[in-house]
């Protein structure tokens, strides 16, 4: 196995927490070899470089902004991927439910058991998560213009604030792929899990293991009422109304001027195309 880990993650975590799940995987009979990322787009260029080596599986070890580049680099999206979550939100490992600590996760990497799980595109990049238009976008984006080093949770705080201050005005439209149009919206969040940010909870029925995309489309625009959408995510009370709407569908299109953010990083300025690919990821989970 190769394990891809970015060593800042975690308060700087990821590297030591790399060295000893190299060591536990070689206890168990694993051959591995441990490749410290150095900047941004470096997991992805060593996953893609790994393409033709004889690896039977990658691990990202990391955040989901880790795991969502490796799966980016990947030449072959279906090669195994095993994930040590050493990141601020680790919404990946909280749905799947993957071990934190270096033994419990040797031990599942080891075992090498997998679960598919469709693979979102997002103007021809890869995501399992979550892509964000609107207002989400904004508050990723600000963070990336000001982010310096690792990440805490407590990062987010001062981006959240500043994008409250300078509310955005957004209007988005989507149209399905099976041409329904949504008009009039403020914000539009495309997710395959039900976990948001590792605090909020989504709309009931968003799975991982639907395959298909989970649309939120948004159409409040006061800060009270985003207010109190976010105060009954977090208690797992949102539901559909007048200001929420909810589609699944296989792709759209979000049409409009709006910051989105993929899977956590800043993604650029709509508009932006949204597919599933053909192909599966085959995530390594526990039994």
């Not at 168990?28 to 992805?44: M, P, Q, S």
């Not at 799980?117 to 207002?135: D, K």
Request: hydrophobic letters at 45%; glycine letters at 14%.
């Amino acid at each position: 196995m190769l394990l891809i880990a970015n060593p800042i993650s975690g308060g700087g975590r990821g590297r030591v927490l790399a060295g000893e799940l190299e060591a536990a995987l070689q206890r168990r009979g694993v051959d591995a070899e441990t490749w410290l990322t150095r900047a941004a787009g470096c997991a992805a260029d060593r996953a893609r470089r790994a393409g033709p080596e004889p690896w039977h599986a990658l691990v990202a070890i990391g955040g989901d902004g880790t795991v969502n580049e490796v799966l980016n680099g990947m030449p072959d999206p279906t090669r195994p991927l095993g994930v040590l979550p050493v990141g601020t939100a680790n919404v990946l490992a909280m749905e799947l439910g993957l071990p934190r600590r270096v033994e419990p996760a040797a031990d599942a990497l080891a075992a090498g058991h997998t679960r598919a799980a469709a693979i979102g595109t997002c103007n021809g990049r890869r995501f399992l998560l979550f892509v964000g238009c609107g207002v989400d976008g904004a508050i990723v984006r600000r963070l990336a213009e000001v982010r310096t080093g690792t990440l805490g949770k407590h990062k987010w705080l001062g981006p959240l604030l500043h994008t409250v201050r300078r509310w955005p005005r957004c209007r988005l439209r989507v149209t399905l792929a099976d041409g329904e149009v949504l008009d009039d919206l403020s914000s539009v969040l495309v997710s395959r899990v039900r976990n948001y940010g590792g605090i909020l909870r989504l709309l009931p029925g968003t799975s991982i293991d639907s395959g298909l995309l989970h649309v939120h489309a948004f159409r409040m625009r006061s800060r009270a009422a985003w207010l109190w959408h976010g105060l009954r995510a977090t208690v797992g009370m949102l539901r559909e109304g007048p200001h929420l709407l909810a589609r699944a569908t296989t792709g759209l299109r979000i049409e409009g001027t709006a910051p989105f953010e993929i899977d956590g990083d800043y993604g650029g300025e709509s508009p932006v195309e949204l597919g599933l690919l053909p192909e599966r990821a085959r995530l390594i989970v526990p039994r």
